[in-house]
C-alpha cells in the first residue's frame, strides 16, 4: 500500500506524451515520518501505521502528542490501514508513487460558510409571477399537511445551513507527474479544499 500527505498548490496542466492537455493539482508531499506501528497482536488488535507530516514549534504542541513523537512537532498526524511492514523513524517521500498510479485523494471541502437551498441543494426557488414577491430563493413549504409528515417537519428535509468543510474523498484519480527533488506531486482532475489543505493520497 502506498500512502503520503501532502498540501494542496493549486491546479495546474499537463502534456502528455500524446500532445494532449489535460487538467491536474499540484500538491506539495511528504516526506512523512512513521510516529507509530500498529499490529494484530499488539494492544490496538488491527494493523496501521501512524505517520507525521510537516514540521509545526514544540511550544504550540501539547506534551501528550511530544511524548508520544518523542519530542518532534509535527504539524499534522495521519494513520493508515495496512499490514506492510514499517519501522518507528523511518522516513517516506513521493518517490513510492509512480507516473500512472491510481490514487484516492481525500481531504476537507472549501467552507461555504452558512448558505441556503439554492447553493447548498440547487433548489430552483420560487416563481417570479402571479403576485410572489421575494420569494426567488426561497425553500417552499417544509411542513406538509396529512401525509407525508403528518403537519410537522419531517426529519432530514434539506434546508438552509453551514455549508462545505466535509471530508471528501474522490477516487480512481492518474498520477501525472512526480519530481523527488522538488517533493511535487501532480494527480489528475480537482481536489478537494483550498490552496494549503491537507491532503492523503493513498494508492
Known amino acids: 500500500?502506498?500512502?503520503?500527505?501532502?498540501?494542496?498548490?493549486?491546479?495546474?496542466r499537463i502534456y502528455g506524451e500524446d500532445g494532449l492537455a489535460r487538467a491536474g493539482t499540484l500538491l506539495l508531499a511528504g516526506p512523512v515520518t512513521m510516529t507509530q506501528v500498529k499490529t494484530k497482536d499488539g494492544a490496538d488488535k488491527y494493523a496501521a501505521v501512524q505517520v507525521g507530516f510537516g514540521t509545526r514549534k514544540s511550544k504550540n504542541v501539547g506534551k501528550a502528542v511530544l511524548g508520544h513523537?518523542?519530542?518532534?512537532?509535527?504539524?499534522?498526524?495521519r494513520e493508515f490501514r495496512t499490514e506492510d511492514a514499517a519501522e518507528v523513524g523511518a522516513t517516506m517521500d513521493v518517490s513510492v508513487f509512480a507516473v500512472g498510479d491510481t490514487v484516492a485523494v481525500s481531504g476537507l471541502s472549501k467552507g461555504r460558510g452558512f448558505a441556503g437551498v439554492v447553493k447548498r441543494y440547487n433548489f430552483k426557488g420560487g416563481r417570479r409571477s402571479h403576485g410572489q414577491k421575494h420569494s426567488e430563493r426561497e425553500a417552499g413549504s417544509i411542513g406538509g399537511s396529512g401525509g407525508r409528515a403528518g403537519g410537522r417537519v419531517a426529519k432530514g428535509i434539506r434546508m438552509a445551513g453551514r455549508m462545505g468543510t466535509d471530508r471528501v474523498t474522490v477516487k480512481n484519480l492518474k498520477v501525472l507527474a512526480v519530481d523527488k527533488e522538488a517533493g511535487t506531486l501532480i494527480v489528475s482532475g480537482a481536489v478537494p479544499g483550498a490552496r494549503g489543505t491537507l491532503i492523503e493520497v493513498v494508492a
Open 69 to 77: 513523537t518523542k519530542g518532534k512537532g509535527f504539524e499534522a498526524i
Open 1 to 12: 500500500m502506498k500512502f503520503i500527505l501532502a498540501k494542496k498548490e493549486g491546479m495546474t
